[in-house]
């Protein structure tokens, strides 16, 4: 018994204790309503006297609790009161119409109180919304009646039911229904005629209630026909739900089977008892031990399964045959595949290795085995394929996506060191870094040198060597620092400005007064230490030592006024370096020494004053290094003089190309060009080009893969390597990019983890919608079987598989034909059971056993018998209520059923022959239907 059919019966038990014997179910739940409504009012008006007396926001609220507990079950007690009388059924459905008021207005206060609720009028609208309802349920029972005058408008006419007056001699004795409690405390009846003759199969709540399933019994009798069932029999009838069912029954009454399901019509009720009728008797029984193949023929051919020793398919195939034979080939095949196949979890995607005609080659697939990616090259083994395969998957991760068709500088790391390189609109690299450089950062800045000062720089031609002017690193907006330097054609600073100038056309002046004094100048080689005597700026003569190097050991702490002066004083000394010569400048000269701080040798220029006003950049190994550097000065001083205060594209020669570099004020070169221009025309034009593509492009890093998108007519992708040579194409296209570079985040983020296998038949195990399944598939990628049905995991999937390629080995066959029986254990309960039921070919339940059987065998011996049953049974059909004769083991018995043969009443006692449970039961029809009703009342303690 349910909890809430408990409740119900519980509710009965106390009225009938408490209150008094119910004249129906309606005084039972009206007599709780109302209590349920007391009790709440009294609640509610409890919480309201107890509450807090001075006006708070805790007041508020008990207040609003109070008022809404109580307004409720006063409008539930009123409707406890209605159903309490004699009130017909539109009175009650007019007062459920006023409970529905009344609590609308208990909503609407809760939602009005306290904001819009004022302290002595209240709310009119909500009261008068609640009291519309409560009146309405008051009105029900005493306005109503008092209004219209018609008291059975509303309300019930009561009539008492009396026993029929007893007319001795006149009238047949009629039969009595005795009406009396059961244990269970519900009414039960007995037919009685001089004694009980026939006992009712239920029982009801209520007296009415029993007394109306009398009158329904009385009808039936009176029109119930006679069933002669003295074999076993199908009974079809039409239930209440309207659909048509069968059950078999032995000759006692006992059912030992009945229909799986409904049908709509009778016709498919008679379907089934012919198909168990031609079938059944020679019918198998099926035994499946482990797992065995089954082969079915469905509308487009023959299909294979893998059942377990619970008929439940482990795995089926896919394609359908043409015939048996072939259906059984293909099971062969799949099972060999199932035992020694590999189990490949694919989560988001695999690599699969296959052996093409030049070579091996690795793909990429995704889980419904579509190639997504396949390697360009051929390798020469397997191994060498594999190797490849998962290098790209290490670096895929860090791989960063670039559009084809947009410019771009790609900073990339080569064996320790960044580089970069500029792609333009057409995928050619057109510009590269100068010389690696030791972190990312300097390469980027390089590359935004570029695109920052590529667009008005200008292009300039250094024919030989040329003087350029430019803006020291100290120049502000407020004072300028200007330096020159004469350059070669490949950038080598040959003679660099000695001092700062304080603008461009000082600078210039400089390099006119080093052309004018370069052009006169001696040179100045010292075997020994030297005394010299020049003149300086301002007209003083001064004197200096210069050692056999050319390094200054000592010079004139004063100036004098007149060569002899600075003469004498250099003679004063000279006492102290005997060996040394006098030399006297007249005019400028080269000086050759050695730079002990830098280790090698060099020159500088002095002017007739014996100013500095030129020096080697550079030191030399050797003194004829340094003169050698000075000769190119002196071949050089008419070379072109130029203003270089902004980044310039330099053009140059490598012998017959010409090529250009890109080069800062400063004289730092951060770009060359990638490729070598025939004439300087070309070299110009690409200049050209390159303007725009260098100004719009980004800075982007590539690691040691990067993926390229590529718009057609629709979009695809590759994969290139830090050297942008192509490793893999992808196969698919995609509608659009946001398409493309979702897939390829996938890839990124998932191809690490992608099993790496050979091409051969493998159980593939995806994800889908629906859950994760399998799928068998021969090295072709051809779908060779499935499992049956999702999993919530991969996990469940894989110990399926291990359990499958386990069983297929060693799996039979079996054949469920048209019709085969299955003996099976129940699942129900702690003590073991079995059943039989009975499959068609396509494996449906088309009927299963009545009862259940301690062992495997009782079932089988039971389903013995019954294959006996089916041949020999009739078929009956019941469109109303009959009586039914039953043989038993000690008798006979008779039993009334309705016409959806549900047994309505049966004979208190077993008669010894059949023709005297036949009469008994033609007593019963012809007295119960005129019979007169007794209530045996029970006695209260």
């Known amino acids: 018994m349910s909890g809430l059919q408990g409740v119900n019966n519980s509710l009965f038990r106390l009225y009938e204790q408490y209150v008094g014997e119910a004249d129906s179910a309606k005084d039972v739940y009206g007599y709780w309503v109302f209590i349920v409504g007391y009790l709440s009012g009294m609640l509610g008006v409890l919480i309201y006297i107890l509450g807090p007396a001075q006006a708070s926001g805790q007041q508020f609220l008990l207040r609003e609790i109070s008022i809404t507990i109580a307004s409720t079950g006063l409008a539930v007690a009123l409707f406890g009161i209605v159903l309490l009388l004699p009130v017909r059924q539109r009175g009650i459905q007019a007062s459920v119409v006023g409970l529905a008021v009344a609590l609308g207005g208990v909503t609407w206060f809760v939602l009005a109180y306290p904001g819009s609720w004022a302290p002595n009028q209240g709310n009119p609208a909500v009261m008068a919304v609640y009291a519309v309802g409560c009146g309405a349920l008051a009105g029900i029972t005493a306005l109503v009646p008092v209004l219209t005058g018609e008291r059975a408008m509303l309300v019930e006419n009561e009539g008492i039911d009396e026993h029929p007056p007893i007319m001795l001699g006149e009238a047949e004795e009629d039969a009595m229904f005795a009406v009396h409690r059961d244990d269970a405390g519900d009414w039960t009846w007995n037919v009685v005629h001089e004694e009980a003759m026939a006992a009712a199969t239920g029982s009801a709540k209520t007296r009415p209630d029993a007394e109306d399933a009398i009158d329904a019994l009385k009808e039936q009798i009176g029109n119930a026909r006679l069933l002669e069932i003295t074999t076993a029999a199908f009974r079809l009838y039409e239930n209440a739900a309207e659909g048509w069912r069968w059950m078999l029954m032995r000759d006692d009454g006992s059912v030992v089977a009945e229909s799986h399901g409904e049908f709509d019509a009778r016709d498919g009720a008679e379907g089934d008892v012919s198909f168990l009728k031609d079938r059944a008797p020679t019918a198998e029984v099926v035994d499946i031990e482990g797992a065995a193949f089954n082969y079915r023929q469905d509308d487009d051919g023959w299909h294979w399964e893998l059942l377990d020793d619970d008929r439940r398919p482990l795995a089926s195939g896919v394609a359908a045959a043409n015939s048996r034979s072939s259906s059984v080939d293909e099971a062969e095949r799949a099972g060999d595949l199932l035992a020694a196949g590999r189990t490949i979890v694919v989560e988001s995607f695999g690599v699969e290795l296959y052996e093409a005609g030049d070579g091996w080659r690795w793909r990429i697939v995704d889980p419904e085995q579509r190639e997504l990616v396949t390697s360009r090259d051929a390798f020469d083994g397997r191994r060498s394929a594999e190797a490849a395969a998962e290098r790209v998957l290490d670096d895929l991760g860090d791989a960063g996506t670039t559009v084809a068709g947009d410019p771009t500088y790609e900073v990339y790391e080569d064996d320790d060191a960044w580089e970069w390189r500029l792609v333009d609109d057409a995928d050619d690299v057109i510009a590269r870094h100068p010389e690696p450089r030791a972190d990312r950062a300097s390469a980027e800045g390089e590359a935004r040198?570029?695109?920052?000062?590529?667009?008005?720089?200008?292009?300039?031609?250094?024919?030989?060597?040329?003087?350029?002017?430019?803006?020291?690193?100290?120049?502000?907006?407020?004072?300028?620092?200007?330096?020159?330097?004469?350059?070669?054609?490949?950038?080598?600073?040959?003679?660099?400005?000695?001092?700062?100038?304080?603008?461009?056309?000082?600078?210039?002046?400089?390099?006119?007064?080093?052309?004018?004094?370069?052009?006169?100048?001696?040179?100045?080689?010292?075997?020994?230490?030297?005394?010299?005597?020049?003149?300086?700026?301002?007209?003083?003569?001064?004197?200096?030592?210069?050692?056999?190097?050319?390094?200054?050991?000592?010079?004139?702490?004063?100036?004098?006024?007149?060569?002899?002066?600075?003469?004498?004083?250099?003679?004063?000394?000279?006492?102290?370096?005997?060996?040394?010569?006098?030399?006297?400048?007249?005019?400028?000269?080269?000086?050759?020494?050695?730079?002990?701080d830098r280790g090698g040798w060099g020159w500088r220029l002095i002017d007739e004053a014996g100013k500095l006003i030129a020096e080697d950049p550079h030191v030399h190994d050797s003194r004829a290094g340094a003169r050698e550097a000075m000769n190119e000065l002196t071949s050089d001083l008419h070379a072109d003089v130029r203003t270089m205060d902004a980044p310039a594209f330099q053009t140059y020669t490598d012998g017959e190309d010409w090529r250009w570099r890109f080069v800062l004020p400063e004289n730092r070169t951060v770009a060359v060009s990638a490729t070598a221009h025939p004439t300087r025309d070309d070299l110009h034009q690409s200049v050209s080009e390159l303007r725009d593509d260098a100004a719009v492009a980004s800075v982007f890093t590539v690691g040691e893969l990067s993926v390229q998108l590529q718009e057609t007519d629709e979009w695809r992708f590759k994969l290139l390597d830090r050297d942008r040579d192509v490793l893999a194409d992808g196969e698919q296209s995609y509608e659009t990019e946001d398409a493309v570079r979702g897939v390829v985040e996938d890839l990124r983020v998932d191809a690490s983890d992608a099993p790496v296998f050979v091409q051969d038949a493998a159980m593939w195990v995806t994800q889908d919608d629906d859950g994760w399944q399998w799928e068998l598939l021969s090295a072709d990628r051809e779908s060779l079987a499935t499992g049956p049905e999702a999993r919530r995991s991969s996990s469940e999937v894989v110990d399926q598989l291990e359990r499958v390629q386990r069983l297929a080995p060693e799996a039979g066959e079996v054949d469920f034909g048209v019709a085969s029986f299955e003996v099976y254990p129940e699942d129900e309960g702690d003590a073991p059971s079995w059943r039989w039921r009975l499959l068609d070919d396509g494996r449906t339940v088309v009927t299963e056993g009545a009862t259940s059987y301690p062992s495997e065998r009782a079932a089988r011996e039971a389903l013995d018998d019954v294959r006996e049953l089916i041949g020999g049974a009739s078929i009956l059909e019941i469109d109303s209520a009959a009586f039914e004769l039953h043989a038993e083991d000690d008798g006979w018995r008779w039993k009334l059923v309705d016409d959806n043969g549900d047994p309505m009443a049966t004979s208190t006692q077993v008669y010894e022959t059949r023709v005297e449970a036949r009469e008994a039961m033609n007593t019963v029809k012809a007295t119960a239907p005129d019979g007169w009703v007794n209530f045996a009342e029970r006695q209260r303690v």
């Open 449 to 596: 040198e570029l695109k920052s000062g590529a667009t008005d720089a200008d292009v300039v031609d250094v024919d030989g060597a040329a003087y350029e002017t430019y803006p020291g690193a100290g120049s502000t907006a407020e004072s300028e620092e200007w330096h020159w330097r004469l350059v070669t054609e490949d950038r080598s600073v040959v003679a660099d400005s000695t001092e700062p100038h304080d603008s461009d056309e000082a600078a210039r002046e400089g390099i006119e007064r080093v052309r004018s004094q370069a052009a006169e100048a001696d040179l100045i080689e010292f075997d020994e230490a030297a005394f010299q005597v020049y003149e300086a700026e301002t007209g003083e003569w001064r004197w200096r030592l210069i050692d056999e190097d050319g390094a200054v050991m000592a010079d004139s702490g004063a100036e004098h006024d007149s060569r002899g002066e600075a003469t004498e004083a250099m003679f004063t000394l000279k006492e102290k370096a005997p060996d040394a010569d006098i030399i006297e400048i007249d005019t400028a000269a080269f000086e050759l020494f050695r730079d002990d």
